[in-house]
């Protein structure tokens, strides 16, 4: 890879997104607004079809996707399904044309954005974990804080993309820190809305008045600003999902995985 790589503006490259879910989808839009290309792929048609509605082209297959893209981004549920998306004779790295770029934003374990980064440069591809924190609403409104592992002349070169779906990004160092630092992230996510849920029964089997709980919870420095929202809509007897519990499950389970790992390394 060239030293100096040019900025990978909507006037200099096509994108090709795959994994319409519901972070996604609400990517994959933001980058439409703000002028790109963007071909779009999900294994289901009905959400490609939603992407082409807003201006984005829906390719057959993930082949095709790669063959005709400068920047590939995917925002896929677990580590097996980047795995079937990028590797083997139908996955992108067999499509993409060396000097391709992947942004690849799923949360996964750290050990397979390092491999996938391996195999990319085999090829001629360029991948950087771009973890994502944040949550639909924030990907709508284009306030989600990234988290980037690889290449710093990649980082720089995406910052236009960056732009167009984050309030601020990071690059936290080599291949799969952007991955490591999104377990960091979501292990305080998941064990301070715990911590928030018992201490609020706490309160309520003490008397508290439910309402006035939660009002003067949330004006207290313990709570942070990702717990506010949730705290406005338990005030409302609102709890449908934000983000699915199977994968918040799946987090920890890399979680968990990485702690052993790191632990053993000791």
């Known amino acids: 890879m060239k030293e100096s790589m040019k900025p990978l503006t909507a006037d200099q490259v ?61 925002s896929l549920t677990n580590d097996e399904a980047v795995r079937s998306v990028y590797t083997g004779p139908e996955g992108a790295f067999s499509g993409a044309r060396p000097g391709t770029v992947v942004l690849e934003m799923s949360t996964i374990s750290p050990g397979n954005s390092r491999e996938l980064h391996r195999l990319g440069a085999r090829v001629g591809i360029d991948v950087l974990d771009v973890a994502v924190s944040g949550s639909t609403t924030a990907a709508e409104e284009g306030i ?35 991955t490591a630092m999104k377990l960091v992230v979501n292990t305080l996510l998941g064990v301070g809305m715990q911590a928030i849920a018992e201490a609020v029964v706490l309160g309520e089997k003490a008397g508290l008045d439910r309402e006035r709980l939660l009002e003067v919870l949330s004006q207290t420095a313990l709570i942070a600003p990702a717990h506010m929202g949730k705290l406005a809509r338990a005030a409302i007897n609102d709890y449908s999902p934000q983000f699915p519990l199977r994968l918040m499950n799946k987090d920890f389970q890399l979680i968990l995985q990485a702690s052993h790992h790191f632990t053993r390394l000791r």
């Open 14 to 74: 096509k994108l090709g997104f795959i994994g319409l879910g519901n972070m996604g989808s609400r990517i994959a839009r933001r980058l439409l607004d703000h002028g790109y290309q963007l071909s779009a792929y999900d294994m289901d048609p009905a959400k490609a079809k939603a992407i082409a509605a807003q201006g984005g082209v829906v390719a057959k297959n993930i082949l095709e996707l790669a063959r005709t893209s400068d920047v590939l981004l995917s």
């Open 144 to 178: 989600l804080t990234l988290l980037a592992g690889g290449n710093p002349e990649l980082f720089r070169a995406a910052e236009p993309i960056f732009q167009a779906v984050a309030k601020q990004y990071f690059l936290l160092g080599g291949s799969g820190s952007g």
